[in-house]
């Protein structure tokens, strides 16, 4: 009988034990998806809106360009009628080309008014039919022959994302970030000090070596 008495006593102290451990394991569970769920930002209060009106293109792109002279910059693109044109003149030293509305996500670029012969030139060529390749081969070899040209240093700033929403109060579109390409016709690795590959996503790196289309890479770490 004593045996039996001991039996139980012990089986109770394990089932004890077991509930235990199986309370504490969802507790920490719990604990850690409310963790998880207060760190997550509220998406509810932003006010956003689709990009619906030839005003909003333009204001979306121009955070492309830098921020003291947004207000004189040149805005170019495809209208919400889908026609390309000025959507707004400017008189300082950049253009800017606001997003194309028939693609998906958003990319809006900022560029120095030099190298819009080389910008439209590319444009001239897509409306051809010409490939990517097709077009880098052509401008190669009228930068080489002189017929076109890309200033050393010439900065294209890019502002883009996969969404397609932005706030009007402050013309940011959702989750967009910048990158810059600075323009650096057949320059090198060896001529430059910098890899071919970044060494990390936020390191500066040098891509199309040795072509004219040779630039810099810089991708800054979103906000």
């Known amino acids: 009988m004593k045996h039996i008495i001991t039996a139980l006593v012990f089986a109770g102290i394990l ?15 719990t604990a850690a998806t409310e ?35 947004r207000a004189d910059c ?33 990319s809006a670029a900022c560029y120095h008014k030099d190298l819009e012969p080389f910008m ?26 002189g017929k076109l040209k890309i200033p050393t240093g010439a900065t ?3 502002y883009y ?15 967009a970030r910048l990158r810059y390409v600075v323009y650096m016709p057949y320059a090198t690795a060896e001529s430059t000090g910098l890899p071919e590959a970044p060494a990390a996503s936020n390191h500066p790196w040098i891509m199309n070596p040795g072509t004219h289309r040779a630039h810099i890479m810089i991708s800054p770490l979103p906000e």
Do not use: W
Request: aromatic share 4%; glycine share 6%.
């Open 15 to 29: 089932l004890s034990c077991n509930s235990s451990d199986k309370t504490k394991t969802t507790i920490e569970e």
């Open 161 to 175: 994302g996969k969404n397609t929403l932005y706030d009007p109060e402050t013309a940011k579109v959702d989750d």
């Open 74 to 106: 040149k805005v170019i693109g495809y209208n919400k009628a889908g026609e390309f044109v000025t959507l707004k003149e400017g008189n300082n030293e950049f253009i800017v080309l606001a997003d194309d509305p028939k693609k998906d996500g958003f």
């Open 35 to 69: 963790t998880t769920a207060e760190n997550v930002p509220d998406e509810t209060n932003k006010n956003l809106k689709p990009i619906d009106s030839d005003a909003a293109l333009i204001a979306t792109a121009l955070m492309a360009a830098p921020e003291a002279s």
């Open 156 to 158: 294209l700033h890019i």
């Open 120 to 145: 439209a030139r590319g444009r001239a060529l897509k409306a051809e039919g010409k490939k990517h390749q097709e077009i880098f081969d052509i401008r190669e070899e009228e930068v080489k022959s």
